[in-house]
């Protein structure tokens, strides 16, 4: 996922693309939200790849803004804000840790606080939300969410340790209150991972974070899956083939979005995976 804006000096502006003739803002992008199919008091999932967006007055900000406006504080606004530094350094690959650093990186990564631990690898869009006003965040410390709006608290609260992206997660919660996916740029779908566990098509591992308990930074183990988004694309467009009355696709400022029914989304690829796999 792409989260780098456009870099900005005191002596030369950012360059728009060759076919953008004009500034994306937060009225224009609420525009195209709606034209997508973006409706007030929506609860939505947003995966977003800001620099896809093209020249945006504001950016991230006027992004969420946008958002904000469309959703109204009727809605909710569901982001990941995933911290994979904070996972077990056993398994790590890019790059490998050497054995004999894995006790003190351990003993010395510091606990996930749900208020201060930024988000790594998930975006500006989904960073900043993480830090706005009255923004609630799930406490895991590997695949936690941030939501804002009437929904919040609903969508975050009580997110389990094990199987992080199961029946005891945010995502689960999204697929029971019927939510939809807004994927801007990006085929990253946080949802079809809950398809993953509902297929059995994942290994299951041991798994590893810091986190405080009663106030003190402990190392804790639990059961997890593996997660692969080998698929993830093809299964996307798959389901927009089979079921189109589900899915809407079009153009979000310079970006191709989609904004997708999770529950169909889900079910769909619960089957799709299950097949890839036979």
């Known amino acids: 996922m792409v989260h780098s804006d456009f870099t900005v000096s005191a002596s030369r502006p950012p360059q728009a693309p060759a076919d953008q003739n004009h500034p994306h803002t937060r009225d224009s992008l609420a525009k195209d939200m709606r034209t997508l199919g973006l409706r007030s008091g929506d609860l939505v999932l947003v995966h977003a790849s800001l620099k896809s967006l093209g020249w945006t007055s504001g950016g991230a900000v006027a992004v969420i803004q946008a958002l904000q406006d469309v959703l109204t504080p009727w809605g909710t606004l569901v982001v990941p804000t995933h911290t994979s530094g904070l996972t077990d350094p056993t398994r790590w690959q890019n790059p490998p840790v050497p054995p004999e650093w894995v006790p003190q990186v351990q003993a010395s990564l510091p606990a996930f606080d749900p208020e201060r631990t930024p988000s790594e690898w998930m975006g500006a869009v989904a960073e900043t939300l993480r830090t706005w006003p009255d923004v609630q965040r799930s406490h895991h410390p590997h695949v936690s969410f941030?939501?804002?709006?009437?929904?919040?608290?609903?969508?975050?609260?009580?997110?389990?340790?094990?199987?992080?992206?199961?029946?005891?997660?945010?995502?689960?919660?999204?697929?029971?209150?019927?939510?939809?996916?807004?994927?801007?740029?990006?085929?990253?779908?946080?949802?079809?991972?809950?398809?993953?566990?509902?297929?059995?098509?994942?290994?299951?591992?041991?798994?590893?974070?810091?986190?405080?308990?009663?106030?003190?930074?402990?190392?804790?183990?639990?059961?997890?899956?593996?997660?692969?988004?080998?698929?993830?694309?093809?299964?996307?467009?798959?389901?927009?083939?089979?079921?189109?009355?589900?899915?809407?696709?079009?153009?979000?400022?310079?970006?191709?979005?989609?904004?997708?029914?999770?529950?169909?989304?889900v079910d769909f690829a619960t089957g799709a995976l299950g097949r890839k796999v036979e």
């Open 146 to 265: 941030a939501a804002w709006g009437a929904d919040a608290a609903a969508i975050v609260d009580d997110h389990e340790l094990s199987m992080s992206l199961g029946e005891g997660s945010p995502l689960a919660r999204l697929y029971d209150h019927h939510a939809r996916v807004l994927l801007i740029g990006t085929n990253n779908c946080t949802s079809l991972h809950l398809a993953e566990v509902r297929a059995g098509t994942a290994t299951a591992i041991t798994q590893g974070a810091p986190v405080l308990r009663d106030g003190q930074r402990q190392w804790v183990q639990f059961s997890d899956l593996d997660y692969d988004d080998t698929h993830f694309a093809d299964i996307l467009d798959e389901f927009a083939a089979a079921q189109p009355a589900h899915t809407s696709t079009g153009r979000l400022g310079s970006a191709v979005a989609r904004l997708l029914e999770q529950r169909p989304l």
